[in-house]
Nanobody, 120 residues
Framework: QVQLVESGGGLVQAGGSLRLSCATS????????MGWYRQAPGKQRELVAL???????NYADSVKGRFTISRGNAKNTVYLQMNSLKPEDTAVYYC??????????????WGQGTQVTVSS
């Protein structure tokens, strides 16, 4: 059973910073990708940032230059450093991972979500 557990959300003023963390646990053979999505009220879930193993990173245009995604040394964690936050960054942020659990099977996994609220 694979689990993703997020932490680090909260309330911050515009221009401030937050750091989100996500740790994976369970039966993991390898991790193909890890990243963050977000969903604001009344909107669809959207990609924020993604690390694809052995390929690179991908950011939404709206966060480029402000957010930085990184992996932990043990590769079972992913972080999102969010600087210069704007009210439009307010959303529930979900950790995502595409995980291979054995040679034949891989799948998408999601965390429970953490609320980020940016006040103006």
């Amino acid at each position: 059973q694979v689990q993703l557990v997020e932490s680090g959300g909260g309330l911050v003023q515009a221009g401030g910073s937050l750091r989100l963390s996500c740790a994976t646990s369970g039966s993991i053979f390898s991790t193909n990708a890890m990243g963050w999505y977000r969903q604001a009220p009344g909107k669809q879930r959207e990609l924020v940032a993604l690390i694809i193993s052995d390929v690179g990173t991908n950011y939404a245009d709206s966060v480029k230059g402000r957010f930085t995604i990184s992996r932990g040394n043990a590769k079972n964690t992913v972080y999102l450093q969010m600087n210069s936050l704007k009210p439009e960054d307010t959303a529930v942020y979900y950790c995502y991972a595409n995980i291979r659990i054995d040679y034949a099977r891989s799948g998408d996994y999601w965390g429970q979500g953490t609320q980020v609220t940016v006040s103006s």
